[in-house]
């Protein structure tokens, strides 16, 4: 992504708008669900009110109205994230709670690295503590902890139609456990997966969130603009989801890779929210002011890219329905030109035939020379990694030496070529079968769910047999 150089307007912006407000959150029962309504606000003509909305479908527990109120209000610390960046004031004025000295370091962490790839493309050096101080009228309250019982061992999974969440899907419900897929405002890949799983409408809790328009024209007038922490949103969101059905499990589908830097050697990462760090400080924010009840994991967090590329290979239900590229998420194709889909198309080459990736992909991407420097990037030739959710340069690397190694004396496709051509400049040689017998720690999963796993991947080598 191309590097703006915006450290004088974000200088400018926090003077002229020296203090952003979070005036309310509310959560509202109604007879379909919960629906959750925030405002913020930076003065009386710059109103945001963004909207969320939980259907009901008779599956909600009967919560005091005080439990709804605080995850509204955390829901919308999160939500507030990517109003606030527009303007990126130095002081934040919470209405609805007030914050202890732990809690506000939690926050501003969250602050700093979740929007450390926002900085970054905006040309602004990653603050310090002096990036934002927060401020509480006189009579603000701190909220509580709860404790709740009656939660089952039942699990919820959030999907996005990507081959990760796939993978656990499909292998906690064929382990017999009782799950409910959670998506966010669906889309056609999602919707595919889901009905491909074997889940309808009423089986699956579906959020939808609106964004403020208004948002969008401060975009297009040049106020600050950029990648916010979306998981940790999501992290907040699953876990109100979960405590409103009571189901204790929540298994994301972050993997071992998302931990690895865009930026070698800072802690500027695309996936920060996704990385280990956020999720061990997200359990500890549950246990230490929440509701230590929920078990918020990663369920994939011991597998790296390839093993989860070499799982998904065989669960051929799903390979003509998901995709992970959001430059063709509104028309819920491939765009075959982006960082993402030359990534996935990379793992997954060494499991799937090729006549087959080119069915799926509706092109063979090693054939697009065009696709050279972002492959540069994904492979650590240039400086920086793609600000995508893709795997580590040593997996990329594993990967393609393994399609290169299946070619045996075959000629090889222009980007092949090209990067066995590089191969001087890229750090290292990579044991594929390493990879594929890994088990990454450390992780959160409890025993039943880690030996569901380490079972798993028993199986993956050899992988002569591709599908």
Known sequence: MRQTDNSRKYNQLRAAFPRFVYETARAEKTAEGISLQFVFSQNDE??????????????????????????????????????????????????????????????????????????????????GEEMLSFEYPAEAAYFKKFELENFTESIIIPVGGGKDSVV?????????????????????ATRQVLEAAGFGPEDTLEIHRTLDPLLLKLNEQGFLNGHTPFSALLAFMTTF?????????????????????????????????????????????????????VNYFSFLRPLNELQIGALFSGFQQYHGVFKS??????????????SKCL???????PFIKEEKMAAIF????????????????????????PFECVGTLDEVNAALQ?????????????????????????????NFDEFLNDFHEPHALQPRFKTLLQESIKSLLPIDNKF
């Open 325 to 338: 590229c959001n430059a063709g998420s509104k028309t819920d194709s491939w765009c075959c030109n982006c």
């Open 168 to 188: 656990t899907l499909e292998l906690l419900k064929n382990s017999g456990a009782d799950i409910l897929p959670l998506v966010m405002n669906q889309r056609g």
């Open 46 to 127: 710059l109103v945001f009110k963004p909207s969320m909305f939980f259907p009901d479908k008779g599956r909600f527990l009967n919560l005091p109205d005080e439990l709804l109120q605080t995850f509204a209000f955390h829901v919308g610390m999160v939500e507030m994230i990517s109003y606030w960046k527009a303007f990126c004031s130095p002081r934040i004025l919470v209405m609805p709670f007030r914050l202890n000295t732990g809690q506000e370091q939690w926050w501003k962490k969250l602050f700093r690295f979740g929007l450390g790839e926002f900085f970054y493309t905006n040309g602004i050096e990653v603050p």
């Open 343 to 349: 990534f996935t198309y990379t793992i997954l080459a």
């Open 362 to 385: 509706g092109e063979n991407l090693f054939e697009k020379v065009s696709l050279a420097p972002i492959l540069d990037q994904l492979t650590g030739v240039a400086e920086i990694k």
């Open 402 to 430: 393994e399609a290169i190694r299946q070619k045996k004396e075959r000629k090889l496709p222009p980007l092949l070529q090209h990067y066995k051509n590089q191969q001087s400049a890229i750090p290292g040689q990579n």
């Open 241 to 293: 989801a979960a405590t409103l059905t009571g189901k204790r499990h929540i298994a994301l589908s972050n993997e071992s890779s998302a931990n690895e830097a865009s930026i070698p050697g800072t802690k500027i990462n695309h996936q920060y929210s996704k990385s280990f760090e956020f999720e061990q400080d997200f359990r500890n924010y549950l246990s230490d002011y929440l509701l230590g009840e």
